[in-house]
């Protein structure tokens, strides 16, 4: 198994903990446990697959606690799908390390609070999941986060053929009222 670069678990019916010892298979590019019945935390183990490319554990409620820091070390991933577990708590600031990542997907998820620095500043990142950005109370975003969400949406409809920025729209200062996003 020390050779094994790809693992599709997919749809397996796998009922428990995510073993630590997954951390051992340090040649793995891409892990897949999407639809299973994983429960508990995600193990900070993990953070050893450092030629990880793409890591889904989408469809696994029971998957849940906030995920470890050790995520940061993963500077080869690409992708990363978290959508519809049971992870709560803010992304850890080290996913900013992430510089290859291209897809993060939390839609479904109790995770809270904005996307990190480093994510933010990624040209090629697409985001699933905008619902989760609101503080841990459900209360609306200050301004200045409501900022970074405006100028991200607005930037993604300048991208559509015929897309622009209306007239004095795009920060939370030209519009009058707090937002949450859902």
């Not at 939390?106 to 619902?131: N, Y």
């Not at 841990?136 to 300048?158: H, I, M, N, T």
């Amino acid at each position: 198994l020390s050779h094994l670069e790809a693992l599709d678990l997919s749809q397996n019916a796998l009922d428990g903990a995510l073993d630590r010892a997954v951390g051992g298979l340090t040649r793995l590019t891409a892990l897949d446990l999407n639809g299973n019945q994983l429960r508990g935390r995600v193990p900070q183990q993990l953070g050893k697959l450092t030629e990880l490319r793409a890591l889904s554990l989408k469809n696994n409620p029971g998957l849940d606690g906030t995920l470890p820091h050790q995520l940061g070390r993963l500077t080869e991933l690409r992708s990363l799908d978290l959508k519809n577990t049971g992870l709560t708590g803010p992304l850890p600031s080290s996913l900013g390390e992430l510089r290859q990542l291209t897809y993060l997907d939390v839609r479904g998820t109790g995770l809270t609070g904005g996307l990190p620095a480093g994510l933010r500043a990624l040209p090629g990142l697409t985001f699933q999941g905008l619902g989760f950005m609101q503080d841990p109370r459900g209360e609306a975003l200050d301004a200045a986060q409501a900022d970074d969400l405006l100028d991200l949406f607005f930037d993604l409809v300048e991208d559509l053929p015929g897309g622009e920025r209306p007239e004095g729209e795009g920060t939370a200062a030209a519009a009058p009222g707090n937002y949450t996003v859902f």
